[in-house]
């Protein structure tokens, strides 16, 4: 699908639940393949979106491999770079870490990959709380257009944008719909 | 999400949404104090200066603290050890120190009405730390927070605030802030020490504590400026802490699940008894954690985003 045919259309429907839903379960096998198992895997979400994901997920490798890695939330916020930049200040979100991150592998979790900048801030915040052995990501949709040198270990689709598009990603628990929609540009 | 205002100088000119603003952005703020590393990146760059006329030791440091973990460079100024001593004047103080780039001064001053005069002198924000009789915001916004932790919520609760409600700046930002949310203020105080028409402020007033007690959910208690006895305000230390000091007696008639509150620092055995201020019911120790939340919040919604351009 070019960007081309994408604006051309109104709004379209890139995923819906059962592709989430599949997109997860792969997800999870990668994971558990990738760390041959889940034993010291902690799994952090960047809210709102992206934590509900992570409890997704987490209940994606409960199923696979009977054992339920720690959720818990990352945010961000008060390490974005736009901080003074932005004319509104963004309200804070949940910060929980659940257990010590020192020497665990932690999953990020993130909706929408999309400049790199948001994860770049929620890096430097998860190094705030210790030193895991190691940290990897997993997005939902990887939409392209990065401004950092970041990359996703996991994606659920990988959905070429225009740079003006939105990507608008719709979860069940909060916006009772679960799907993903490129909206076109204003 | 924005505090479109430059300055915080009191509750009295806050809508109802901006205070709502301002507590939930300090109990978000709270997870940083719990941290290993109590420090975020937020502020970097940012000068706040602490410009205190009058002694404080709780205020002073939890400011300091507060823009501290945001990664702000904080400045202290006492009026002792600075120019004030040499007699340059408060317009004068603030030019000088506004030509050093400060993006936040924090004023304390004893008189009413000076953080207002030093944000019409200065660019940068202007918060008050408590000025004279007028104002404490933080101070109000704190005890708002402790409250809504403990009560889940502010509209319909009974405040009393006890104490010498005509010198009180705190218990003047309470009035606004509790009763902007919706509670029942009423404040108890000697005759002489209630001053006229408080009741405009939307509150009730009483001389009459028992009365008063019974039915709250809230009792304040204000710090007794001992000094105040020898403007004649009351006879005797011993006669105030009878009829208008809280001890374990007077709170057999409160609520079963009344919380005390204090803006310190507390005079033991006067206002309050030590077995009330140590006591279960007593949530002092809350506020002054709260109160480092809250300035951060402050910080952050005053500093955190670009300068609106001048219209």
Known sequence: MSDKAGYAMKNRLVMDAVAIDRALARVAHEIIERNKGVEDIVILGIPTRGYHLALRLQAAIEAIEKMKPPVGAVDATLYRDDLTIKKDQPPLKKMDIPISIDGRTVIMVDDVLFTGRTVRAALNALMDFGRPHSIQLATLVDRGHRELPVKADYVGKNIPTGLKEAVLVHLAEIDGVSEVIVEAAP | ?311
């Open chain 2, 1 to 311: 999400m924005r505090l479109k205002r430059k300055d915080l100088l009191g509750i009295e000119d806050l809508t109802k949404d901006e205070l709502e603003i301002l507590i939930s952005t300090a109990a978000s703020f709270r997870e940083v104090s719990e941290r290993e590393i109590k420090k975020v990146p937020t502020l970097r760059g940012k000068t706040i200066i602490n410009l205190f006329y009058e002694p404080s030791t709780r205020t002073r440091t939890s400011f300091e603290i507060a823009a501290k973990r945001m990664s702000a460079d904080a400045v202290n100024i006492s009026t002792s050890s600075s120019s004030v001593v040499k007699g340059e004047t408060l317009k004068d103080t603030a030019k000088n120190l506004e030509a050093m780039r400060p993006d936040c001064i924090v004023i304390r001053h004893s008189s009413a009405g000076a953080p207002l005069m030093l944000s019409r002198y200065v660019g940068c924000s202007v918060v008050n730390a408590g000025d004279g009789s007028h104002e404490h915001p933080s101070q109000a916004l704190l005890d708002i927070l402790t409250v809504k932790d403990k009560k889940g919520g502010v509209e319909g609760l009974n405040v009393a605030i006890v104490g010498d409600i005509a010198h009180s700046r705190v218990a003047r930002s309470n009035i606004y802030g509790f009763t902007k949310l919706g509670a029942h203020v009423t404040v108890v105080a000697p005759p002489t020490m209630m001053p006229k028409d408080i009741e405009s402020l939307g509150c009730a007033a009483t001389y009459d504590m028992p009365a008063a007690l019974k039915d709250a959910d809230i009792i304040m208690m204000l710090r007794l400026q001992l000094e105040r006895q020898k403007e004649s305000f009351f006879p005797s230390v011993r006669e105030y802490s009878r009829l208008y000091g809280l001890d374990a007696a007077k709170l057999k008639r409160a609520k079963k699940d009344v919380v005390i509150m204090h803006p310190g620092p507390i005079n033991r055995g006067v206002e309050i008894s030590s077995e009330v201020a140590d006591g279960p019911f007593s949530l002092i120790l809350d506020q002054v954690t709260n109160g480092v939340a809250v300035r951060m919040a402050i910080f952050y919604l005053l500093l955190g985003a670009a300068k609106e351009e001048a219209a």
